[in-house]
């Protein structure tokens, strides 16, 4: 099932998400339905909470991309109460964008290497080094754990410029070309 994605200005994206069990209920659907999601609307990542879930659960998949970039070739995971151990190297620039955050895309800064520890969907226990883009693509939705947006590393003068376009995103006015959902002073 396809889910609604929450749009910047919507409380859930922006809490510190909570470590589960292996007993949560419904774990293998909720994990379908965030791989649906996320290829329905053309992301490489999904986090739990940008579908409203404030729970420590992001998936990636970039393979789509792996055509240009040999290196994400099998690059498909699920990241459950995730934590990032390890940041390594000089932080490089990264364009990203988001699917909470649609029509934007900023330069921010992130680290080209990190080791992560996690559990799979199977709840067997990883621990994995990633570097180059991967390292960045799971730097953005690891973010999204902790209440954080790509939008919040940009410099002070971008944030000043993106203040209206942000805040027009936030109250819906968007080409919207996936499911969403407001925040809540905007439904």
Same mark, same amino acid.
């Given at each position: ?51 409203? +879930? ?5 998936? $990636?998949? %970039?393979?789509?991309?792996?055509? !240009?970039?040999?290196? &994400?070739? /099998? ?50 226990? +990883? ?5 180059? $883009?991967? %390292?960045?693509?799971?730097?953005? !939705?690891?973010?999204? &754990?902790? /209440? ?40």
């Amino acid at each position: 099932m396809i889910l609604p994605v929450h749009i910047i200005g919507s409380s859930v994206l922006r809490k510190v998400a909570e470590d589960i069990t292996k007993d949560y209920p419904d774990l293998d659907k909720l994990i379908e339905n965030m791989y649906e999601t996320m290829y329905s609307s053309d992301g490489v990542g999904l986090a739990a909470p940008q579908i409203g +879930k404030s729970i420590r659960i992001f998936i $990636i998949d %970039a393979t789509p991309m792996a055509e !240009e970039q040999p290196e &994400l070739e /099998g690059l498909k995971r699920t990241f459950i109460n995730a934590h990032i151990t390890k940041r390594n190297g000089e932080m490089t620039q990264s364009n990203e964008g988001c699917l909470s955050i649609p029509d934007i895309r900023e330069d921010v800064m992130r680290y080209p290497e990190i080791t992560i520890e996690y559990v799979d969907e199977n709840f067997e226990k +990883k621990t994995e080094h990633f570097e180059g $883009i991967p %390292a960045v693509i799971i730097q953005h !939705e690891y973010d999204h &754990l902790d /209440g954080i947006l790509f939008t919040d590393k940009v410099s002070a003068l971008r944030k000043k410029f993106l203040k209206k376009k942000l805040s027009n995103i936030a109250k819906g006015y968007f080409t919207k070309r996936y499911k969403v959902v407001l925040g809540e002073k905007y439904k």
